[in-house]
């Protein structure tokens, strides 16, 4: 795999509107699944007894799995948090589970996972002090019992996630800790939880420094190409984020010059390619007007060529990145990424 | 273009949920796109603009336009018949248009179509025989303004569409009618209305006798897999229906051994491909188990892929049914296509 490298979401087994193909034809080297939705639904049983999620999805490349914890804590009344794990109620029908750090690592196991998360708490924003240190030195513990319950026979990469909120003192504690637990990798988690981009930006400064250079570091969650792209600046080499994918389907299409919503009316008659500046399949074939109008009839199509440009221009953008990197002229990579939108009038 | 032929239908300039390539790699000829539809979203002079439905649509192989009259008339309360044409209401705005012989035939060119059809309505099942005959005779005389209005230069064939409901002598009459006016194809429309199939195959083994055998005859709105192998047996050329589509984004599948319904608990974990038998993109990557997964989990890719599969089935059993015509086993062929289901234990 090569870093920095950014990955599509797929929740429930797919990435949505995408064929296994269609990914690896925009260069997508791995892909994110959930644990909870694939736990609740279709089970990691039935999956790990049909083969595992790579065969069940037909995807032959990377699978990291998240740990199921932020979904279930997302879940707010339905769920209870005690030492042990969680108790939660299904959103799809109600019904009664628990994840615990052991059970997360065998839902995980069950999937065939290449790269399994530790089991943590995404700590909303704002919150307390006091919670904050209660939840990430749990969530420490948590981490510790993870790396004890994945079986090494699996041959999959467990990643420890630094939280610590907005508080860099509870960020260091955080990393230090896991640190001192080993993981193969370690992630940023409860980033981009609402907290102001400056914000954001000044604990991945503090925080990315801590952890080892010769490990992956992969903040959870973020974000904008231009979160990217400064994330990169700080050393950030995996990403995810539902962005590309859910604003495709909602009609927001990701170019050079920045975002445009398909669905305006200047788009009515405009025979031009989403971006004159990208060379995807839809760019090649397709006008404005066209995906405006398969997104104004609700065509299926409409959310299939949005996700793919969608997705070609992250996994484009990150191409970039590593070239750039690769050749030293990032700095100028990252000027030009940034003129461009300022510049904009083409849209 | 290699008859017989079934043509997948695109009726707002897109196979719901099909890439223009996929449509190819699966062999399909020709796509069927609907005037009503297009005429009213984008609208035809929009699309013209554009380079016409070709270009708008990435298509580039033939195209047939049905007239917009069968979708105009079924608006019941919603439309005006009178000997000019039909004045009605918009489905998506209630806004009032008028659709005539010569509108229609104005429409089908702006949108650069191959085949056009003749303005017609298309009768509805039952209807009184005092019905049947003037809306009959008045089709008959909206066929002959459609001939004098495509005006020759655009290339484009023009099909007359033979009416009389179930209604032998006034089949025989229209087709004689029509035959006296001299059009490049012709169809067998109001079939499949609601009435059984054996009056439906007696009202084909009566028409299409009628129709030169060196001129296309197209069964408009047919069918199932059995009615496609049926009008073959009676000499059809053409058919199209939503069937294979629609069935698809239900759940709803095609096989040699007749239909599945996907959602089925018995699928659940089933690692067979939909049909074994089947060698198209689906049954070869993914299982029983996991399309019921996509589709209880509603993610669009449940759709791409049924509707892949179901259009794949269809294309290939006009495929088979071509060889087997041209090698003049097509008496075996039918007789295994139905041992084949009467058979059925597989599914």
């Known amino acids: 795999m090569e870093t920095p490298v950014f990955m599509p979401v797929g929740t429930q087994g797919t990435v949505k509107g995408m064929l296994p193909e269609a990914l690896k034809e925009i260069g997508a080297q791995i892909v994110l699944a959930n644990t909870y939705h694939l736990f609740l639904r ?33 879940l707010g009344d339905l769920r209870r948090i005690d030492e042990d794990g969680v108790r939660f109620q299904s959103h799809l029908d109600g019904a009664s589970h628990v994840l615990t750090p052991e059970s997360s690592m065998a839902v995980q196991e069950a999937l065939g996972s290449d790269i399994v998360m530790a089991f943590d708490e ?8 006091e919670y904050v240190a209660a ?9 510790r019992r993870c790396k004890e ?28 800790d896991l640190l ?20 954001m930006y000044e604990m991945m400064d503090f925080t990315l420094p801590l952890l080892p250079a010769d490990r992956p ?14 994330g990169v600046s700080r050393g950030v080499d995996m990403f995810d984020c539902v962005m590309p994918t859910r604003n495709a389907r909602n009609g927001v299409l990701f170019t050079t010059f920045g975002k445009i919503s398909i669905k305006q009316a200047r ?8 971006d004159p500046d990208c060379g995807c399949y839809v760019c090649r074939n397709y006008s404005r007007a066209y995906l405006r109008h398969l997104y104004m009839s609700r065509e299926i199509l409409a959310s299939v060529l949005n996700t793919h440009h969608n997705l070609h221009y992250y996994l484009n953008l990150m191409g970039e990145i590593r070239t750039a990197l690769e050749q030293g002229t990032f700095a100028a ?11 904009a009038v083409g849209a």
Chains 1, 2 share one sequence.
């Not at 007894?49 to 995807?59: A, D, I, P, T, V």
């Not at 969650?221 to 792209?229: A, D, F, K």
């Open 42 to 74: 279709p089970g990691h049983e039935l999956v790990r007894k049909l083969g595992g999620l790579h065969r069940f999805m037909h995807w032959d490349r990377p699978i990291l799995t998240d740990s199921g914890g932020f979904q279930v804590f997302s």
């Open 122 to 129: 995404c700590i909303p924003y704002p919150a307390s002090r």
């Open 135 to 143: 939840s990430t030195d749990r969530s420490t513990r948590w981490a």
């Open 149 to 176: 319950a994945l079986r090494p026979q699996t041959g999959a990469a467990l990643f420890g996630i630094v939280q610590g909120g907005m508080f860099a003192d509870l960020r260091a504690r955080s990393a230090e």
């Open 180 to 199: 001192r637990i080993g993981f193969d990798g370690y992630a940023v988690g409860g980033l981009s939880v609402g907290e102001d981009a400056s914000l």
């Open 217 to 230: 570091r992969y903040v959870m969650g973020v974000g904008t190409p231009e979160n990217l792209i400064e």
């Open 267 to 274: 788009y009515g008659d405009d025979p031009q390619p989403i």
């Open 333 to 343: 990579c990252k000027k030009e990424f940034f003129r461009k939108r300022e510049s």
